[in-house]
């Protein structure tokens, strides 16, 4: 990980923070940086020392999305097989994020435009800055506005008018609005966005490492869910398996003994 150039990893105990790193150019995504997004996230499911992660950008935004301004010469003579092995790669980064186990927190601010809007809507939060502005950027360049999996994530975030609405302008939605959706869950002033970002990992990070892993795991087959039945089979296996583990016994002491937990993810 030391070896990246386009993004900044940053550990404080079990919180791992990933910056996105090109702020010369708002954080675009060049074929660089949808290399290490991939690397970093394909590396979380191993990685027991992480248990959450907060993505950034640095400087003005926080993604602007592709970076339009790059040599890319090269994939308008790929043919289709080419054009799709390229799509898929970059595509392949919100399936990544959603497989890792780890709780995943956009911090936002600025533009998340494009890809950047499809990396906000992959995480399991979302904190917003004032200034933050989010759009599918991809129709306004004459492509379908439906890429990157915000097709899938957006229309079960905002529900299906909103969605519509933004998929089908291109326009961006604001902070304000962002929040009234339910595209985020907080609106801070940019310079608090770093302690409400790290305030709300900490209150993730003193829950047990296996309750976590399983909550994402269960939010993420739920939202499909083919039934109630098929829900609940689901959250039973889930209690199963953290009952059995040492942590649940030492959640049970600690509440009774009235302190905190002091849980080792066993």
Not at 30 to 35: A, E, F, H, I, K
Not at 67 to 90: F, Y
Request: hydrophobic share 45%.
């Amino acid at each position: 990980m030391s070896d990246y150039q386009t993004i900044e990893i940053t550990r404080e105990e079990h919180l791992t923070w990933l910056a996105l790193n090109r702020p010369e150019s708002l954080n675009a995504m060049s074929l660089q940086l949808v290399d290490e997004l991939r690397d970093f996230f394909a590396r979380l499911p191993e990685d027991r020392e992480t248990r959450v992660v907060i993505v950034r950008g640095k400087g003005r935004a926080f993604c602007a999305g592709l970076d339009l301004k790059e040599d890319r010469s090269g994939a308008n003579t790929a043919g289709v097989v080419g054009r799709l092995r390229g799509q898929r790669h970059i595509a392949e980064i919100p399936l990544l994020m959603r497989r890792a186990p780890q709780p995943i927190i956009a911090a936002v601010h600025g533009a998340a435009a494009g890809g950047g809007f499809a990396i906000a809507l992959a995480a399991d939060v979302r904190i917003a800055g004032e200034s933050a502005r989010m759009n599918a950027a991809f129709i306004r360049l004459g492509l379908s506005a439906c890429d990157i999996g915000v097709s899938y994530f957006l229309p079960r975030v905002v529900g299906a008018s909103v969605a519509s609405e933004l998929l089908l302008t291109g326009d961006f939605i604001h902070a304000d609005r962002a929040l009234a959706t339910g595209l985020v869950s907080r609106v801070v002033p940019d310079t608090e966005l770093e302690s409400a970002a790290r305030e709300m990992a900490g209150r993730m990070l003193r829950n047990s490492p296996l309750a976590l892993r399983l909550t994402k795991e269960c939010l993420e087959m739920n939202v499909d869910a083919g039934s109630l039945a098929a829900a609940i089979a689901m959250e039973d296996r889930n209690q199963i398996l953290a009952s059995s583990s040492s942590d649940f016994r030492e959640g049970v002491a600690a509440f009774l003994e009235k302190r905190e937990p002091k849980f080792s993810d066993r």
